[in-house]
């Protein structure tokens, strides 16, 4: 299992990024994908998690209404649009498999003025 995430940079208040993660390694589309984010001395936290078709989604009550998770399983790449962002955003995000417990290397994602 590989995950290989990007998109991450510096944006001020209010902008948006999108982060991808491209996949290998397994059959992309059986399995549900998640995104998690880690900001300095704080724990991992769940972001967002998007089912194999991708007409499932589910957010924490914390990150419903920013984000929006998706995927492409033609092309093994599940995404994460990130809008209205706000410095609280600031954190390396990553990339998961739930059932595999696998991660990515992470992309870091700082909002900034």
């Known amino acids: 299992v590989q995950l290989v995430e990007s998109g991450g940079g510096l944006v001020q208040p209010g902008g948006s990024l999108r982060l991808s993660c491209a996949a290998s390694g397994f059959t992309f589309s059986s399995y549900r994908m998640s995104w998690y984010r880690q900001a300095p001395g704080k724990q991992r936290e769940l972001v967002a998690t998007i089912y194999t078709t991708g007409s499932t989604t589910d957010y924490p009550d914390s990150m419903k209404g920013r984000f929006t998770i998706s995927r492409d399983n033609v092309k093994s790449t599940t995404y994460l649009q990130m809008n209205n962002l706000k410095p609280e955003d600031t954190a390396v995000y990553y990339c998961?498999?739930?059932?595999?417990?696998?991660w990515g290397q992470g992309t870091q994602v700082t909002v900034s003025s």
């Open positions: 998961n498999v739930p059932r595999f417990g696998s």
